[in-house]
């Protein structure tokens, strides 16, 4: 009799246990103090209980009670993130009263990251104590964090970065981000120019920022494209050959309109100088002789090498090339056009086609006077044959100077 009363009062304990576990878990989100009374030390209802506290926090408040309560939480939970952002935030609320020590909030939200790193709380508060303490650095790190957390909301991150970008103590931070994330540096970029339109100047500030670290390098000239190419698709031709030739300490090697137009393979960015195509149709590529090779298998038309210039209006230009090569017109060809970025028109055209005779130099002459073509494109195509062949040649030079004198940018 004793040992069948022990198994039934055992089974009722059991099942005791059992109903007041599931109680607790169905009860803690809408009534935590309920789900307490059957789990007294239940810690999903005690952090909700801290959470419920802190949402109706009132002036005044302390965070008292729940100090008291992550007693307990560390002890059963010590590896919550919950808890350590509970304390972070009360610490937070506490010092804003406290002569604006924040030092404890930093450190426990710190801890709470790197239990969790994938918290958004943890790295929402550590951005809020950033704008707090003006440790912009700070900042700029959590929203990088939090964007690459929630997808969704990218573009209002994004926007609040573009906020914190006009002071310059996040330029640093920001620079070091581009180096980790080159795609969201041309999104960020390419925002930051367009809200500045055609007068960037916190744009250069973060890529010179970036220029000063040799691991940044690389990042500041990838920003650097990006400003460039956003700068020319607003058509601010002007704008961004200024800001190009700024940051670009070679274009002190040449001069005429034509970047490297004897092909020495001087390094600095596109659009202004030249941009080599390569496909399965026909590519382009600089020689050891100072001389470009272009290359064209016949068989449709293809670009091979593009550069974008600038030419004063209303003046008269000669485009001269320097070309070599030995090959028939009916196997393939090569064409070389100026073309207005804006209109589309061709303003000037030099076809080569026979070759029998080896090194040719050639001459068009042209008069620009479209005020709307502000700036031109400096194109060369391999054409289509009747009898497809690949053909190559070597050009030694291209350049556009004025028919007065030896043309130079203003």
């Not at 607790?24 to 959470?51: C, H």
Request: glycine share 6%; charged share 25%.
């Amino acid at each position: 009799m004793t040992k069948l009363l022990s198994i039934v009062i055992i089974t009722l304990l059991a099942l005791y246990f059992i109903l007041s576990v599931s109680i607790a878990e169905m009860t803690y989100q809408a009534s935590p103090d309920k789900a307490l009374k059957f789990r007294p030390n239940f810690a999903k209802a005690l952090i909700k209980l801290n959470d419920n506290d802190l949402a109706n926090s009132a002036p005044g408040f302390t965070g008292e009670g729940i100090k008291k309560r992550t007693q307990s939480l560390l002890k059963s939970e010590p590896l919550s993130a919950s808890v350590f952002w509970q304390l972070g935030l009360i610490e937070s609320i506490n010092g804003k009263v406290n002569n604006g020590e924040y030092d404890r909030a930093k450190a426990l939200l710190k801890m709470a990251q790197q239990r969790n790193p994938r918290t958004r709380a943890s790295a929402i508060g550590q951005y809020d104590l950033g704008v707090l303490t003006s440790d912009f650095g700070l900042s700029v790190h959590q929203l990088d964090l939090l964007m690459r957390l929630d997808k969704s909301q990218v573009e209002k991150y994004m926007s609040i970065m573009l906020a914190l970008a006009q002071n310059s103590a996040t330029h640093d931070e920001i620079a070091t981000i581009m180096v980790r994330n080159p795609a969201w540096a041309e999104k960020f970029m390419h925002a930051l120019v367009v809200r500045e339109g055609g007068r960037p100047v916190l744009s250069l500030k973060i890529i010179e920022a970036a220029a000063q670290s040799p691991q940044q390098l690389l990042s500041a000239e990838s920003a650097l494209q990006t400003l460039i190419d956003q700068l020319v698709s607003l058509k601010q031709y002007t704008q961004a050959k200024q800001i190009w030739r700024r940051l670009n300490l070679q274009e002190n090697h040449h001069t005429g309109f034509v970047f490297d137009s004897n092909f020495i393979g001087l390094k600095a960015p596109r659009p202004f100088n030249w941009y080599l195509h390569h496909s399965e149709h026909g590519f382009a590529e600089f020689e050891p002789e100072k001389s470009l090779l272009v290359s064209s298998l016949g068989r449709k038309r293809v670009m091979l090498a593009q550069q974008l210039v600038i030419l004063p209006q209303n003046r008269e230009y000669n485009l001269r090339v320097d070309v070599d090569g030995q090959f028939r017109s009916r196997h393939g060809g090569f064409v070389i056009w100026l073309i207005c970025t804006e209109t589309g028109k061709n303003l000037a055209e030099i076809n080569i086609d026979d070759m029998k005779n080896g090194q040719r130099e050639l001459t068009k002459t042209f008069v620009l006077k479209d005020k709307e073509c502000k700036a031109q494109h400096l194109q060369i195509f391999g054409k289509k044959a009747e009898y497809p062949s690949q053909v190559n040649l070597l050009i030694r030079k291209i350049e556009i100077d004025e028919v007065d004198g030896v043309g130079d940018e203003p």
